[in-house]
């Protein structure tokens, strides 16, 4: 695949790290994999890393004073210093290790929220965000009686800074939680921006980062967030792993949330006395091996440079944007593609989103379909599943040429037939 001069990648050599590009989609045609926002792929150097570890080191960390078990500490510890580094966080206290980027929005609604929320408190959304940064606020206001409010988007997937600082000044909020990019709209917000304002409003902030880290420099120091999360699998990294920045000091005052071997100093009959940061907030056995995957991700992504990442997909998702714009009957969500990420999420008129990815997939085209974990934003625009095309490093601007035509044969196939199928309401994707 010949890429146009103006490329800021080598995209042919960086295919070349990622082997699963090389294998063919289940209906025999070469893969196209445009599902990024949901999970990225692998390159070698992660791969390897996480197979070195279990061939030749792996032990439980910590508490073993054994050679292997050392090595893997080592490793696992080097792992947490190069998120630290990649973050420019304060220091390597400040990043907990977690199950995923759900997980770290669940410690902490669990143990800041418990710990600071009250009855009559409020916490502040977007109605942008995903169900991971929805649903665990909403139990916590089932336990304290706090009360959940969102900010609207308008018509093209934005929201004003005048919106902002209207819900700030009338609600008050304890929290004010945001999704950085939307993974249905592609929207960036203005992060350091709404931090500001939120702090003026004496408000804490946590942003969800997992479509932005992968994409474009993240600085939770300029940010001034105070807590950041992301997922290891959508920056070339393993699943099962994610990250908790918390400033140190909130981390410091917050109780633990889960219990048991790992997180603590010392343990009696009566009672337990928790274990320094970050290890309070990591009970049980961590994820050893993905830690050690998700720094090799990181090593890789900035040997390539985030800026170059990030204008490589901007290339990429205006050509799919004006490409699907001049479809008739293709609807296309959120900004322009100069006030969006590389995501792009659209209906056909009368071709259910089921039904179109179904059909991408025998052309070898892999897009996800349904509410994408965001349904009050899909019903806010009176949809109930829509198709998402989403770009990374490794695709091309032939392949995005490929997913227009195929966009374009969609329609003209379901046109044609007049065929429209009646689906059961969409699962949780």
């Keep these: ?9 080598d995209v042919e050599s960086i295919r070349g790290d990622f082997p699963i590009l090389k294998t063919l989609s ?6 196209i994999y445009l599902d990024n926002a949901a999970s990225t792929q692998h390159p070698n150097v992660v791969i390897e890393s996480i197979s070195d570890c279990y061939r030749n080191y792996y032990a439980n960390v910590h508490r073993g004073i054994h050679t292997l078990s050392e090595a893997a500490t080592s490793a696992y510890e080097q792992s947490r210093h190069a998120v630290a580094a990649f973050l420019n966080a304060a220091a390597d206290r400040e990043i907990v290790f977690t199950a995923g980027t759900t997980a770290a929005i669940n410690t902490v609604a ?7 929320i009250k009855s009559g408190d409020t916490i502040l959304l977007t109605i942008a965000e995903h169900h991971a940064n929805i649903v665990p606020w909403q139990q916590l206001a089932t336990r304290t009686g706090c009360r959940i409010e969102f900010l609207p988007v308008a018509d093209d997937g934005t929201i004003a800074d005048e919106v902002v600082l209207d819900a700030l000044a009338k609600h008050r909020p304890k929290l004010f939680t945001f999704v950085a990019i939307s ?10 921006r709404w931090v500001r304002m939120a702090h003026d409003a004496e408000s804490l902030v946590l942003v969800d980062a997992a479509q932005a880290v992968p994409h474009q420099p993240i600085d939770v120091r300029q940010w001034d967030a105070d807590f950041v999360v992301f ?20 981390l410091e005052a917050m109780p633990p949330f889960l219990g048991g071997g790992g997180m603590i100093q010392r343990v009696t009959v009566s009672g337990f006395e928790p274990a320094g940061l970050p290890e309070k907030f990591e009970a049980g056995t961590p994820p050893i091996t993905e830690a050690i995957g998700l720094a090799a991700a990181i090593r890789y992504v900035e040997s390539i440079g985030l800026e170059c990442i990030r204008a490589h997909e901007q290339e990429l998702v205006g050509r799919a944007y004006d490409g699907l714009a001049a479809i008739d009957g293709v609807r296309i969500f959120g900004p322009l593609p100069k006030d969006r990420a590389g995501i792009l999420s659209f ?16 052309r070898g085209i892999a897009v996800r379909a349904g509410h994408h974990c965001t349904m009050p934003l899909h019903k806010r625009f009176g949809v109930a599943a829509t198709s998402r095309a989403s770009f990374y490093l490794y695709n091309t601007v032939s392949e995005v040429d490929a997913f227009v035509a195929a966009i374009a044969e969609t329609k003209a196939k379901f046109s044609s037939t007049g065929r429209r199928r009646t689906r059961q309401p969409i699962k949780p994707l």
């Design 231 to 250: 997922s290891g699998h959508k920056i070339c990294g393993p699943s099962g792993i994610g990250v908790l920045y918390g400033r140190e000091s909130l």
């Design 347 to 362: 209906v056909i008129d009368g071709v259910h989103a089921h039904d179109v990815s179904q059909w991408l997939d025998t």
């Design 183 to 192: 993974n249905m709209l592609g929207t960036e917000f203005p992060v350091a």
């Design 26 to 31: 289940a209906s025999g045609a070469p893969l």
């Design 110 to 116: 669990r143990s800041w929220g418990e710990a600071n």
């Design 1 to 9: 695949m010949s890429e146009k001069k103006n490329t800021p990648l």
